[in-house]
């Protein structure tokens, strides 16, 4: 048995002190919420676990067809690994203010310490404001001692490198990575399915009670790379009805799809699911010889690994982000 059509899940939107409306103006997810900062497309997270909105499984949790389906759903590479544990996380996140300034531990020390994956991630800015900016990484090297002393003066702006962004910029935030959203920003995130974040800096926010959120400082210290890069931002080179990369690490791969036609796909060799994230216009999924899914922009969907052959089609210039592991 499997599961025989691609897979759209209700969007988890979580209300935050720094969220905004774009997620419902943009991305069209229905809310009455105010300060909607993210929504899980795609989440294996315990207590928040994605329930399926389409087809024959519609009401039924992601972890239900997991466990119903194992490989046919995942690969059996992935299976193997993973269990029946979805490894990713799949988000978009609107920051109308800045997000705090956090990192997230590796895996031994989530392990250790949370029982828990680490969260490596990554970004697909989709749309920000004029200088809207993102912080990722030091400037130069440093070390505890110089990070103590700029976070006790509140001064840790001087050392963190802060890039000014736009429209289809690409970040890769490996654990131990210092980073931040700041304000104007609309992106789309994959991680590892990990909801451990060491929150190190929040500039001085208070919420309606007038509490300031909780700070990790010093679970952070041996958390921290304090090695500098030349570039956080990642290159990459885009086609027309092409599938190329953007980002490889051993926890995901993701691809961009710049659509304005039609490009078959056969995943036969990946033995993977691959998730597809509308980042720009609406795509059309043909499946199975005679039948079809609309993927709207701001919209998510999963492909089971035994559903490896389809093709994707847009009269219109559209993008999206395709995600497996491999």
Not at 35 to 61: F, H, M, P, R, T
Not at 94 to 122: C, V, W, Y
Request: glycine share 6%; with cysteine.
């Amino acid at each position: 048995m499997s599961i025989q059509y691609p897979l759209k899940f209700e969007p988890i939107l979580k209300e935050r002190i720094w969220g905004g409306k774009k997620l419902n103006s943009v991305l069209n997810k229905v809310t009455d919420k105010e300060n909607i900062g993210e929504s899980w497309e795609l989440s294996d997270v315990k207590g928040d676990v994605s329930i399926v909105a389409n087809g024959k499984y519609k009401g039924k949790s992601l972890e239900f067809l997991i466990n119903e389906y194992k490989d046919t759903l995942l690969g059996k590479k992935v299976y193997k690994n993973f269990g029946n544990n979805f490894p990713l996380l799949i988000k978009f996140i609107d920051a109308k203010e800045a997000l705090s300034i956090q990192l997230h531990p590796n895996d031994a020390l989530a392990k250790k310490r949370h029982n828990s994956f680490g969260k490596t991630e990554m970004w697909y800015v989709m749309q920000a404001d004029k200088a809207a900016n993102l912080i990722v990484g030091f400037q130069k090297d440093s070390n505890k001692e110089e990070y103590l002393k700029h976070l006790e003066n509140k001064s840790l702006l001087e050392i963190l490198n802060v890039d000014e962004v736009e429209k289809g910029d690409v970040y890769f935030i490996p654990t131990g990575r210092i980073h931040a959203i700041g304000a104007g920003v609309l992106l789309a995130e994959i991680q590892q399915t990990s909801d451990v974040t060491y929150r190190i800096y929040d500039w001085d926010r208070k919420d309606d009670q007038g509490n300031g959120r909780e700070l990790h400082t010093e679970l952070a210290l041996d958390a921290i790379d304090y090695t500098a890069i030349d570039k956080y931002k990642s290159d990459y080179t885009s086609a027309v009805n092409a599938s190329k990369n953007i980002v490889d690490c051993q926890y995901f791969t993701t691809n961009i799809i710049e659509l304005n036609g039609t490009i078959s796909i056969d995943n036969s060799d990946k033995d993977s699911f691959v998730i597809y994230m509308a980042v720009d216009g609406n795509v059309t999924i043909s499946y199975n010889d005679d039948k079809e899914i609309q993927l709207n922009k701001g919209e998510t969907i999963l492909m089971p690994a035994c559903l490896s052959k389809y093709v994707l089609n847009s009269e219109e210039k559209s993008e999206v982000l395709e995600v497996y592991i491999k």
